[in-house]
């Protein structure tokens, strides 16, 4: 079946540093995808929709240059946090729909990251 | 614009109990529900969801749930908890354009208890 492959399922990153999540669809094409960030007991939220071969599209509140998003092909995503600090400590996310599928939706197995 | 909610933020059972987690949506047409587990520190797990077919939906782990478009309700339940259930369940709905973006409930902990 579709996966979605996530990596680095853990980072630690230090202060005002930068780090790259990457969310891969390992055997199909996923035209969009989205990214999902979760706060220590919180919900899910979404952030942005990543769409291949044009700009994101950021939810109401998510900083678009903070928050890098390039989805250059039509397998991979990358989420990057730039000049991290430590309240981007989060659980991020990412989801992708396999076209033509309806409404089966695929989660990578997400990224913890730490800024210290 | 859809919404969820998930009644009780923590949930308490004994194993061998009734679970029902409960979960109502807002939505202008009827949407897509689902219902994910996530276990701590992982990621998330589909549990079932809804599309229009059967509203008696059945998912795994001996976990159901019912759409009752009366009531605008999605909630899960399961006749009888383990102690492996415990977790951190989120009511899941999204909308029946090609976006398929999720909005996410605020969550339920359910506990067991021996």
């Known amino acids: 079946g579709a996966v979605v492959s996530q990596h680095p399922s853990r980072v630690i990153c230090k202060s005002g540093t930068s780090v790259k999540i990457e969310c891969r669809s390992l055997d199909f094409q996923a035209t969009t995808m989205f990214w999902y960030r979760q706060f220590p007991k919180q919900s899910l939220m979404l952030m942005a929709t990543?769409?291949?071969?044009?700009?994101?599209?950021?939810e109401q509140g998510v900083e678009k240059d903070k928050f890098l998003i390039n989805h250059a092909s039509l397998t991979l995503s990358t989420l990057t946090v730039t000049s991290a600090h430590p309240e981007d400590s989060s659980f991020y996310i990412c989801?992708?729909?396999?076209?033509?599928?309806?409404?089966?939706?695929?989660f990578g197995e997400g990224s913890w990251l730490t800024v210290v | 614009a859809q919404s969820v909610t998930q009644l009780g933020s923590h949930v308490s059972v004994s194993e061998g109990a009734l679970v029902l987690l409960r979960c109502n949506y807002s939505s202008s047409v009827p949407p897509y529900l689902f219902w994910y587990v996530q276990y701590p520190n992982q990621g998330l797990q589909l549990l079932l969801k809804y599309t229009s077919a059967a509203t008696l939906v059945k998912g795994i782990n001996g976990f159901e749930a019912e759409f009752k478009k009366s009531e605008t309700s999605f909630h899960l339940t399961k006749p009888s908890a383990h102690m492996s259930d415990a977790a951190e369940y989120f009511c899941?709905?999204?909308?029946?354009?090609?976006?398929?973006?999720?909005?996410f409930g605020s969550g339920t902990r359910l506990q067991v208890q021996p």
């Open positions: 989801s992708a729909t396999v076209q033509g599928s309806g409404n089966t939706i695929y």
């Open positions: 990543s769409n291949e071969g044009s700009k994101a599209t950021y």
């Open positions: 899941v709905v999204s909308d029946r354009t090609g976006r398929r973006a999720l909005t």
